[in-house]
Nanobody, 124 residues
Framework: QVQLVESGGGLVQAGGSLRLSCAAS????????MGWFRQAPGKEREFVGV???????????YYADSVKGRFTVSRDNAKNTVYLQMNSLNPEDTAVYYC??????????????WGKGTLVTVSS
């Protein structure tokens, strides 16, 4: 029973920051790439970012062009938790944000498990 539980969503003004968390259970956490996706009102779900399992001396990260330089994915394997730090938010970032786990770290990779999402609303 894999569970991914997001938290940290809420209302923030444009230009502000939020950090989302995703607590994972029921899987060997460090064997998975962990990613974030989002779905804005009236839009399709889109890729946000992903972080690999530990490879060599570092992790590898991939981001959508729309969030590069503003969002950072990180993970704490001891806590089975992945984070999404979101800075310089704008109203176009308003969406339900979903945590996901998969076998591949790349740009917009397929994912095997999904959380239920947390809502981020950015006011102008």
């Amino acid at each position: 029973q894999v569970q991914l539980v997001e938290s940290g969503g809420g209302l923030v003004q444009a230009g502000g920051s939020l950090r989302l968390s995703c607590a994972a259970s029921g899987l060997t956490f460090n064997s998975y790439a962990m990613g974030w996706f989002r779905q804005a009102p009236g839009k399709e779900r889109e890729f946000v970012g992903v972080i690999s399992r530990s490879l060599g001396i570092t992790y590898y990260r991939y981001y959508a062009d729309s969030v590069k330089g503003r969002f950072t994915v990180s993970r704490d394997n001891a806590k089975n938790t992945v984070y999404l730090q979101m800075n310089s938010l704008n109203p176009e970032d308003t969406a339900v944000y979903y945590c996901a786990a998969g076998r591949i770290a790349s740009t917009n990779p397929p994912m095997d498990y999904w959380g239920k999402g947390t809502l981020v609303t950015v006011s102008s």
